[in-house]
């Protein structure tokens, strides 16, 4: 259940209840792809990193360890240790981006595995199937997630069978919720607005897909190349036409600066790779703008990494240090650089929703975009 406590223009601050608990929004999705944050880190440091939610990946999860492997085991919370909300993707994005060989038909895709090159079928009703074995918080719906750019007439027929697809995913989870055996009777499902870059076909399928009544809304297929104004121009578009009662997700977004700018169009769920990606070659967010750690002027830098950073790794390292680590390509590097990028966001996330308590979210968004997205 999602409750809208303020608005700030259009930026909302709320809150999200779900059977694992409560997410403050809006919230920064830590991705663990593989049931772990790439980076060495686990479950009970996300805790202490005042992670919120952890996002799992049903495509990789699915092909190892298998997720008959993960039910039998108790689910995914049980499996990774985290008590708290987890969402799995669908895997459509994967076998989009991974599947060098694949064939789409109303059924669902054929594709080989980017592992071992196993012939696998995935639809609608496998998708949510894998992913009430997973038992995770929220489930989302299976989509095909187009090219940008892609043809109009492409783009059409694409968004229709998405949303065919989701016809069967909310008939598939309502019968997997009912089973007496089911981990997560009260598993949630999200649908995905899709579209590419036109605007209008954006808004005909999130009011289409407004009607199902779903326990939340994402906009997927963005960020995957396009200008940043492009993405802001259809979000714009399609939030006007999204459920104001139900949380809105804005998948594999992205940057410190796409965050204040996407929060300030209503959204209030955000995962990206990029601060563990970019941890781990050494691209650290600080309060200060961007910094890559490996430069030589850190080599002899006694001070943490951000003098106004509480994450673990800037109260007990120096720059120094985790530079000497990342040269040396000691595991370590990694993990403490990790550490810091996902309390960076974390704590970004958090002061964003201070921000919008106080009602000074506009001027919270105008002092520090200009800052966060410089390098330093």
């Given amino acids: 259940m999602y409750q809208l406590l303020k608005q700030e223009?259009?930026?909302?601050?709320?809150?999200?209840?779900?059977?694992?608990?409560?997410?403050?929004?809006?919230a920064f999705m830590n991705v663990a792809t593989s049931a772990a944050i790439k980076g060495g880190i686990s479950s009970y440091d996300l805790g202490d990193?005042?992670?919120?939610?952890?996002?799992?990946n049903t495509y990789h999860l699915h092909i190892r360890p298998g997720d008959d492997v993960i039910r039998q085991l108790g689910g995914?919370?049980?499996?990774?240790?985290?008590?708290?909300?987890?969402?799995?993707?669908?895997?459509?994005?994967?076998?989009?981006?991974?599947?060098?060989l694949r064939r789409i038909e109303e059924e669902g895709v054929t594709f080989a595995s980017h592992v071992d090159g196993r012939r696998i079928f995935m639809g609608p009703e496998e998708s949510m199937g894998i992913q009430s074995n997973l038992a995770s918080t929220i489930a989302m719906a299976f989509d095909e997630c187009i090219e940008n750019p892609a043809p109009r007439a492409y783009v059409q027929a694409s968004v229709?069978?998405?949303?065919?697809?989701?016809?069967?995913?909310?008939?598939e989870m309502e019968r997997l919720?009912?089973?007496?055996?089911t981990l997560n009777p009260r598993q949630l499902l999200f649908g995905i607005n899709q579209g590419g870059t036109y605007g209008d076909i954006r808004v005909d399928h999130m009011e289409e897909i407004a009607q199902l009544d779903l326990d939340g809304y994402a906009i997927g297929g963005l960020a995957v190349g396009e200008p940043p104004e492009v993405m802001?121009?259809?979000?714009?578009?399609?939030?006007?036409?999204?459920?104001?009662d139900k949380p809105r997700y804005l998948m594999g977004v992205g940057t410190p600066v796409n965050i204040l700018e996407a929060v300030a169009r209503g959204v209030d769920l955000f995962d990206c790779v990029m601060p563990s990606r970019n941890a781990r070659h050494g691209?650290?967010?600080?309060?200060?703008?961007?910094?890559?750690?490996?430069?030589?002027?850190?080599?002899?830098?006694?001070?943490?990494?951000?003098?106004?950073?509480g994450c673990p790794t800037c109260q007990r390292h120096s720059r120094a240090y985790v530079r000497h680590l990342m040269r040396a390509k000691e595991m370590l590097g990694m993990r403490l650089a990790v550490m810091h990028n996902l309390w960076f966001y974390n704590t970004l996330m958090e002061q964003i929703r201070d921000a919008l308590d106080a009602g000074e979210y506009e001027s919270f968004r105008r002092r520090w975009t200009p800052v966060l997205g410089k390098r330093i």
């Fill in 9 to 26: 223009g259009a930026a909302r601050r709320g809150t999200f209840t779900t059977v694992h608990g409560t997410v403050q929004t809006p």
């Fill in 49 to 56: 990193l005042k992670c919120q939610v952890e996002l799992c």
């Fill in 76 to 100: 995914l919370h049980r499996f990774t240790g985290w008590d708290r909300p987890i969402l799995t993707d669908s895997g459509g994005f994967q076998v989009f981006s991974l599947a060098t």
């Fill in 160 to 171: 229709a069978r998405t949303a065919r697809w989701l016809h069967r995913c909310k008939a």
């Fill in 177 to 181: 919720n009912a089973l007496p055996d």
């Fill in 232 to 244: 802001y121009d259809i979000i714009e578009a399609v939030e006007p036409h999204m459920p104001k």
């Fill in 283 to 309: 691209h650290l967010f600080t309060w200060q703008g961007i910094l890559n750690i490996q430069n030589n002027r850190y080599e002899r830098d006694g001070g943490p990494i951000d003098a106004a950073c």
